[in-house]
């Protein structure tokens, strides 16, 4: 079975499109966790709402504490032998979880990509989405909390932990730019925070580990400086 986590905050615009993506797979064991991070909007009643219609889907509603905080709620709950995540703003294609699963393999989890865009290697994307994690491979790390640009850290982490991937060439995963993102918008504090947070992992990494920190950084700030 695939777990595959949502956190959701004030996307009542996107979510139907969303959940419809995740009911309209050929893989049909799955659990659907809908972590509701104190939404404003209708999208606690739609998530409710759809968990009525499929016993698949567990819907659980936290305070305001983040996506990193939504995410970990999802972990505590997940138990599929195979874990994703999934943006409530975004949508998969129909064959995502099956073309994932026919590639995992002997690794601990597949990098794909989005769009048109297609991974080159395991580094090119920080997101926790368009990956399917083995469970064993993730089930002790977490995402940090209270801060923005978590997956970047979370990234990071897979990385470092010598996790074997395996990049295939499919871009099922639809991202929509969402104007009213977190990360739409520039967060000078929340860029310290992350950049602290990969320099504390330089202390303990390999020579390898800190290539790819240190890669990681570079990226990171040439982003920041296009925003």
């Not at 992350?194 to 504390?200: C, P, R, S, T």
Request: charged letters at 30%; one cysteine or more.
């Amino acid at each position: 079975m695939i777990s595959i986590i949502v956190p959701i905050y004030n996307a009542e615009r996107y979510l139907e499109a969303c959940l419809d993506s995740l009911l309209s797979q050929s893989e049909k064991e799955l659990q659907i966790l809908l972590v509701d991070d104190g939404s404003t909007d209708d999208s606690l009643a739609i998530a409710k709402d759809y968990a009525a219609k499929d016993t698949r889907i567990q819907v659980f509603h936290q305070s305001n504490a983040g996506q990193s905080a939504a995410r970990n709620i999802g972990l505590q709950h997940a138990k599929g032998e195979f874990i994703a995540f999934v943006d409530a703003d975004d949508q998969i294609a129909e064959d995502w979880c099956e073309r994932h699963l026919e590639a995992i393999d002997d690794v601990d989890y597949v990098q794909s990509g989005f769009q048109d865009k297609r991974p080159l290697h395991r580094y090119q994307f920080t997101s926790p989405c368009m990956r399917l994690y083995r469970r064993k491979a993730i089930e002790d790390l977490r995402f940090t909390e209270g801060m923005i640009y978590e997956d970047v850290v979370w990234s990071v982490d897979i990385w470092l932990s010598g996790a074997r991937c395996r990049c295939i060439p499919y871009s099922g995963y639809h991202y929509t730019a969402n104007p009213d993102s977190t990360t739409s918008k520039r967060h000078p504090d929340a860029e310290k925070r992350v950049f602290e947070e990969l320099k504390k992992r330089l202390s303990c990494a390999s020579i390898k580990g800190k290539l790819i920190v240190y890669y990681t950084i570079i990226r990171l700030k040439i982003h920041f400086l296009k925003q």
